[in-house]
């Protein structure tokens, strides 16, 4: 009797005040787990440290598009100029300069070190010239120019222009220049191809203005990815027209960037979240969201090619993609002046991770604690 009372004495001292700790802790975290939402804070620390990233990366990309890779005010001045002084010596003609590749060869000819040289130095994919003098409302024919591509603007060939190729030139200018043809490289543009989104916007704009802007007012950002006649390599392109000082306008200069290249300045490792995250270059018209750039380990762009955006309780936005609901953190690139044609043009950088991806630190710290 002594040993049975000793032992619920010991039972009463010790386990029980235990017992009653143990349970007064776990009310009190389940209380500050809740009422002091931690899990919201975890996911929002979550959002936060995404949505900072893509901030970050856009900034990149913004500055990258504004100062370098559309600005190109001197090489189009150069080539005014020298359209100018071969108009001057009857080298060649307004009326007739986008009626052939003859025609236009000497101009093409004259410009085509400039344009190298700033392949170089802006580090696009491409850079081309598209010559015409016609509304393109009434004339739809093709229209001469050149085209240069370098593949990977990261690198640099050992042999000089090794790394260039020409898509688009003049049998002329081909001949002139110590650069390898594609295998689809033509001596015109094909206006009835995706090609004519190079030339049509920015052109017919500045063609059509009574009141001619400065031609960089008009460079326009190609809100759709494109193909050159025959060749699989997708791109995104900006052009800006050409304007003679006395208000002509005659075509347009304008660079290039392949889409593969642009996927790699769009890191996916930086988004952590095991690699799951996605970046998205887009273009948003009426709430729509086209899908230009697409940089992801577990999404295609076809499946991001028009897409819309829906809110939560928390104004927070997601995509919902092959039955899974994914967070989306969005930053407006602002690459247009305000008072540009183009300027209602919203061009966006947006993260993607899936939800229980994003949100997994929160729900396997409420598992740690409960376990």
Do not use: C
């Not at 759709?224 to 208000?247: C, F, Q, R, T, W």
């Not at 952590?272 to 969201?289: C, I, M, P, R, W």
Request: no cysteine.
């Amino acid at each position: 009797m002594n040993k049975m009372g000793n032992s619920k004495t010991v039972y009463r001292t010790i386990l029980r005040p235990l017992l009653i700790v143990l349970l007064v802790e776990i009310v009190l975290m389940t209380g500050s787990y809740w009422l002091l939402g931690i899990n919201g804070q975890l996911n929002k620390n979550a959002r936060d440290i995404l949505i900072q990233q893509t901030e970050n990366r856009k900034s990149y990309l913004q500055n990258e598009m504004i100062q370098k890779w559309s600005n190109l005010s001197t090489i189009s001045q150069t080539i005014n100029e020298r359209t100018q002084q071969l108009i001057d010596q009857d080298v060649i003609s307004l009326q007739t300069l986008d009626s052939s590749s003859k025609a236009s060869a000497p101009l093409l000819n004259e410009i085509s070190k400039e344009l190298i040289s700033t392949l170089y130095s802006k580090e696009t994919t491409g850079i081309f010239v598209i010559l015409n003098t016609h509304d393109l409302r009434e004339n739809k024919d093709n229209k001469p120019g050149i085209y240069i591509r370098n593949d990977d603007p990261s690198t640099v060939s050992v042999k000089e222009h090794g790394d260039l190729l020409l898509e688009k030139a003049p049998v002329e200018v081909v001949r002139s220049l110590n650069i390898s043809t594609d295998t689809h490289w033509e001596s015109t543009f094909d206006l009835s191809t995706e090609e004519n989104t190079l030339l049509y916007k920015p052109f017919e704009k500045a063609f059509h203005d009574k009141i001619k802007m400065e031609a960089k007012e008009y460079g326009y950002w190609n809100e759709k990815s494109y193909h050159l006649k025959n060749n699989e390599n997708s791109a995104i392109s900006y052009s800006m027209p050409l304007i003679l000082p006395d208000g002509t306008v005659y075509g347009v200069v304008g660079v290039e960037l392949l889409t593969s290249y642009l996927e790699n300045l769009m890191p996916i490792d930086e988004l952590k979240n095991d690699n799951q995250g996605s970046y998205v270059l887009s273009v948003e018209t009426n709430a729509q969201h086209n899908s230009l750039v697409v940089s992801s380990a577990s999404l295609k762009r076809k499946q991001l090619k028009k897409f819309y955006l829906t809110e939560d309780y928390d104004k927070n936005n997601f995509v919902f993609l092959n039955g899974k609901e994914y967070y989306a953190a969005i930053q407006n690139l602002d690459i247009y002046n305000s008072n540009g044609p183009f300027s209602k043009q919203q061009w966006q950088l947006m993260s993607l991770v899936e939800r229980n991806q994003l949100y997994s630190f929160a729900n396997h710290f409420f598992t740690y604690k409960f376990q």
